[in-house]
């Protein structure tokens, strides 16, 4: 008589845990879809055509420019320039641009012969312009 209680209190256990497990199934589809459909409708949304606002408008006008300025340009191009002009920059300003260096160094108001004259002096009995390397 025991092991015929036991054997029934076992089947409707069971019978109990299978239909537990299938209920919790079907919560955790339920649960699945509702993420599901509540992702779908925060995510799909219209894009109305309106301007960007201030701050889009701030930021295309001021930071980004115009979209005018963006425009692409054509610009005509000579790489064979640089070994052209290489021989008339060396003419002019000396190898290195030492002669552009010094000229630079003189000054545009006119004295630059006194001021050369001033720096040579100055400089003379150095070595490179500097005192440490005196011999």
Partial sequence: MFLKQCELLCKSYNKQVAFRDRTCN??????????????????????????????????QTNLIGFPVIHESQAWIFDPDVSSRRRKEFIELNGDKAAKLIERLGLGIDGYGEQRLKMQRQRDQGHLGGLNSLRP
Wanted: charged share 20%; glycine share 6%; no cysteine.
């Fill in 26 to 59: 079907d919560s955790k589809k339920m649960y699945l879809f509702y993420i599901f459909i509540s992702m779908s409708a925060l995510l799909y949304r219209r894009v109305q055509p309106e301007p960007a606002g201030p701050i889009g408008t701030f930021l």
